[in-house]
């Protein structure tokens, strides 16, 4: 399978506890994105990277989320002290440079319910 | 301006009918305009998209006319199928050093047999 790959798929956890969550993206995409996806809304941008490097981050993104991606490969978004709030679909998605917005590629999804 | 408006809501369409969903934009920086479809329990797939130099762009069933004055873009599912069915979004983009997409909220697409 040579698409992005999101794991889990779905992660239940209860208030204030912390997860983790994998992105591997298609091998020969430098760029990598996190969005957002609440029910019945468009995904909405959270943080991108280019390569290893984090270069734009959402004001979604509180101080307990962090993203990283080291080595420029896999990525890895990690949310502290989740609050019910959190619950929503959290989408990967991969890019060539130069690709713009038409070589995007999105995994399909953890979905996060925090009871 | 960031947002991408995008109706109705939900569609509710006649197998072999036309399905037809608009979104309109505020920031005249965009310049690039995809459309993706969204299945149930996947994450949204590129459909097609258009750049604001061109009025109109066809692919098999699928059209997005684009409106550069009127800030407007659409969506026309030409013969709809019922395997159509799905959420569709329209989205925008500034193409540079993020290529970061806007969203708009989705429409749900019903395609009755």
């Known amino acids: 399978d040579t698409g992005v790959s999101q794991n889990p798929r779905h992660k239940i956890t209860k208030r204030g506890q912390n997860v983790t969550f994998r992105c591997d993206p298609i091998s020969e995409h430098n760029r990598l994105y996190w969005y957002r996806q609440t029910l019945g809304q468009g995904p909405e941008f959270l943080t991108y990277f280019q390569n290893e490097a984090q270069l734009e981050k959402s004001r979604l993104l509180s101080d307990r989320f962090s993203a990283e991606r080291p080595k420029g490969s896999f990525s890895t978004l990690e949310i502290q002290r989740t609050e019910q709030g959190d619950s929503a679909m959290y989408l990967c998605?991969?890019?060539?440079?130069?690709?713009?917005?038409?070589?995007?590629?999105f995994g399909s999804g953890t979905r996060l319910t925090v009871v | 301006q960031q947002q991408v408006k995008q109706s109705p809501q939900s569609l509710i369409v006649q197998k072999g009918g036309i399905s037809i969903i608009n979104c309109a934009y505020e920031?005249?920086?965009?310049?690039?305009f995809p459309w993706y479809q969204q299945f149930p329990g996947k994450g949204p797939a590129l459909l097609i998209a258009i750049r604001p130099d061109v009025s109109e762009k066809k692919e098999g069933r699928f059209t997005i006319s684009f409106n550069k004055s009127a800030k407007q873009f659409s969506l026309h599912i030409m013969d709809s199928q019922p395997g159509d069915s799905a959420t569709y979004f329209c989205?925008?983009?500034?193409?540079?050093?993020?290529?970061?997409?806007?969203f708009g909220t989705g429409t749900l697409l019903a395609v009755q047999p």
């Open positions: 989205a925008a983009t500034q193409r540079g050093a993020t290529n970061k997409l806007i």
């Open positions: 920031n005249t920086a965009f310049d690039y």
């Open positions: 998605a991969s890019s060539a440079l130069g690709q713009g917005g038409y070589g995007y590629t």
